[in-house]
């Protein structure tokens, strides 16, 4: 009977030594099936850096909802969510609240669509010229860089006060309050008045 018992835990062990190693193994293999799992967050992490376009942007921001009524009303959504790119120097609320008064609202009238979408339009450069594009082409120029804008005016480029100001054609000047507001389709500079062809 004592031989019996031996035999029986020995058995035991040698089964349990036998087991150890399989256990180990499929631990070991098993330990890195999470690794896919916790590299999968990664490109997730990355999708809301993916840059929205010019228009949600400027939707996404409550400094700029009469920009997106402006835009909306002069049915230029459409052309602003293309391929592009384009450099928007977008005013804000403040900025449209500062035009004369009935001036915005005038604008935003359907009889006044030409007028809304040649101020608007004048606002829109093509290409992406971010904040160090801008810059070099102002020192490039003297101290003084001039954009052609979507509209076929032109705006006049300077640095002051440590930032970027754009005079307009009727002699107005806005500073660029915010730049490099980056967008998949172009770049936005936040500006602080709103400029006139």
Known sequence: MNRTCLSIALLSLFAAAACSPKTADAEATAAPAPVPEAADPAPAASEPAMAKDIVDTAVGSPDHTTLVSAVQAAGLADTLKGAGPFTVFAPTNAAFSALPAGTVDTLLKP???????????????????????LTSQIEAGGGTATLKTVQGGELKARLADGGVTLTDAKGNTA???????TASNGVIHVVDKVLMP
């Open 175 to 181: 500073k660029v309050t915010t730049a490099d507001l």
């Open 111 to 133: 009889e006044s669509k030409a007028d809304l979408t040649a101020v608007l339009t004048y606002h829109v450069v093509a290409g992406n010229v971010d904040a160090a594009a």
